[in-house]
């Protein structure tokens, strides 16, 4: 079994700045993907961003200069630094993790942690 806890959401001013952290425990042989994914009310959840075992990032259009994803291969975390935040980033974010135990990989999710942008 795979857990994987958020931290770092909350309430900030537009133009702010705000950092999630996730870190990933359990029975793990490896992790090939880890990223953020993020579903305002009423809406499906999207693709913030992603990042590689070997470090290559993939952004979501709409947070592409602004959000910064990191990782620690060794602590198995993921982190994302969120930079000019604007109120349309209101949202729950999600930290996924395509994690490899044995022959097999399974895509495992966070709990989601609030972010909310006021204007």
């Known amino acids: 079994q795979v857990q994987l806890v958020e931290s770092g959401g909350g309430l900030v001013q537009a133009g702010g700045s705000l950092r999630l952290s996730c870190a990933a425990s359990?029975?793990?042989?490896?992790?090939?993907?880890m990223g953020w994914y993020r579903q305002a009310a009423g809406k499906q959840r999207d693709l913030v961003t992603t990042i590689s075992s070997g470090g290559r990032t993939n952004y979501g259009d709409s947070v592409k200069g602004r959000f910064t994803i990191s990782r620690d291969n060794a602590k198995n975390t993921v982190s994302l630094q969120m930079n000019s935040l604007k109120p349309e980033d209101t949202a729950v974010y999600y930290c996924a993790a395509d994690v490899v135990t044995g022959p097999t990989q399974y895509r495992y999710w966070g709990q989601g942690t609030q972010v909310t942008v006021s204007s």
């Open positions: 359990g029975t793990i042989f490896s992790i090939s993907t």
